[in-house]
């Protein structure tokens, strides 16, 4: 089912090709920075990006203002992304050099179409194989069946379907990919010392902070969490090489990440003449400060009708009611979904711009989707089935099934009904926002987020 509705997913942008565009491009707002990486890198062979938003943004006024202290045109998204769409962009490449030589002229500077729609074909499944990882996370801790609806209604009761079709070219994809593929791999491998999980899990938060940085904060709670059980055991055992093997392998992480971290390290040292300050770093609002640390939006982040992400998709603060059940179940799950998406929601709700530009609800957190995931997996478990103690004993660590119990007959309509119904109202929010809050400069209200996203969709009929 996933793989058929990412599928869905990549026809709606293919058909949407053809469709005339105002600026002429594939590509939207925050994709311009991620994709121009690829024709710099690749034909260009450098980071001077000159040339490339000249073709691509030919009337943005603002890009004479961007030039960093390196003397370069600043570009405030991380690499990750682009590193992760290479191989599509080298193959509409190769493509199109073939295509050339038979006499089909096609454009070789890669701000054209041809190269564009590989990129985003290539997101696109990024974003599908994120759903199928999501998926296996949210296995890992209920039913197949459980954890099939809840990664369905997370991300289509969500916002990662409007960036899976109306702006494909943003790195969300991608970044629901990496953190599933982290999660995935500590969840099979818990329980397990030494360096080879070491590196490989060093590997994945490496490549997690080369995509969107701050989702770090993802990865580092299931493993800080790990380690605080690993020091409280030793205490109580009087046992200390346990921590001091679990701190070798945390210190090996460390250097592991930081070395697939490099390649950011290298452009933002060119860019901006830093070795360690992420680009987004840089980014500035009037005299705003960048970051207020006692974090004063860490409500509106959640909350607002700004972009709130439980505001906008109610089906994430229904998730997150699952840690309940998720706690009697696995602790150090539900651990890391608290202290991630508490994590984020601080860092966001400090930054400047934390209603997250003209973004489709909360973008900034849609790398916690498999986090979601898991929690409402075992929430729809445990609203179907009920969850016992006595079925949960013995269960395996890490895989449990429904537990015994018969479903109530309220619960064989309730479920379906409940998430077709934030399915249909996500639907309806799409489309109000694609085709007129998106393009509004006045905040959004309660209203709009109410009975008007009834009443524009029956106005446009």
Excluded at 155 to 165: Q, S
Excluded at 231 to 254: F, G, H, I, T
């Amino acid at each position: 089912m996933l793989v058929a509705l990412a599928a869905i997913c990549l026809a709606a942008f293919l058909v949407s090709i053809p469709v005339p565009r105002v600026d002429g491009q594939l590509l939207g707002t925050d994709g311009f920075d991620y994709y121009v990486y690829l024709p710099s890198l690749v034909l260009d062979h450098d980071l001077d990006f000159t040339n490339q938003y000249a073709t691509l943004l030919p009337n943005d006024a603002t890009l004479p203002m961007r030039l960093t202290p390196t003397g370069r045109l600043a570009n405030f998204s991380p690499i990750g992304a682009a590193l992760l769409w290479m191989p599509f962009f080298l193959l509409a490449h190769v493509l199109a050099l073939a295509l050339n030589f038979v006499g089909i002229g096609i454009r070789l500077d890669g701000c054209g179409y041809w190269h564009q729609a590989f990129v985003i074909t290539g997101n696109i499944a990024y974003g599908g194989a994120g759903l199928i990882l999501a998926f296996h996370v949210a296995r890992q801790v209920a039913a197949e069946g459980a954890a099939l609806w809840a990664t369905v209604l997370v991300a289509f009761a969500g916002n990662l379907v409007y960036y899976l079709t109306a702006e494909s070219s943003m790195a969300h994809a991608v970044s629901v990919f990496a953190v599933g593929l982290f999660f995935v791999t500590w969840l099979r491998r818990r329980g397990q010392t030494g360096l080879g999980r070491a590196i490989v899990l060093g590997a994945l938060v490496g490549l997690i902070a080369l995509v969107r940085t701050q989702e770090v904060l993802l990865a580092a709670a299931p493993l800080l969490v790990d380690l605080h059980g690993c020091v409280r055991e030793a205490r109580e055992r009087r046992a200390w090489r346990p921590v001091l093997l679990a701190l070798r392998d945390a210190l090996v992480m460390v250097f592991v990440a930081l070395l697939v971290y490099s390649p950011q390290a290298f452009v933002s040292h060119s860019l901006y003449g830093s070795w360690w300050k992420p680009p987004q770093l840089y980014a500035r609002w009037g005299d705003l400060p960048q970051f207020t640390w006692w974090s004063p939006h860490f409500a509106d982040v959640l909350f607002s009708a700004r972009r709130g992400l439980f505001a906008w998709h109610p089906v994430f603060l229904i998730a997150l009611l699952g840690v309940v059940p998720l706690w009697r179940r696995d602790r150090t799950m539900a651990a890391a979904v608290i202290l991630g998406v508490a994590g984020q929601a601080y860092v966001i709700g400090a930054w400047f711009d934390w209603p997250q530009g003209r973004a489709f609800g909360g973008r900034t957190f849609i790398g916690c989707l498999p986090l979601f995931a898991a929690a409402l997996a075992v929430l729809l478990e445990a609203a179907v089935r009920g969850t016992p103690e006595a079925a949960l004993k013995g269960c395996p660590t890490g895989r449990v099934g429904y537990p015994a119990g018969r479903v109530s007959r309220p619960a064989r309509w309730l479920m379906p009904t409940l998430g077709g119904l934030l399915i249909a109202a996500n639907f309806l929010l799409f489309v109000e926002y694609r085709f007129d809050l998106a393009m509004l400069d006045h905040p959004v209200s309660w209203h709009d987020l109410g009975a008007r996203r009834v009443s524009f969709l029956l106005g446009t009929w």
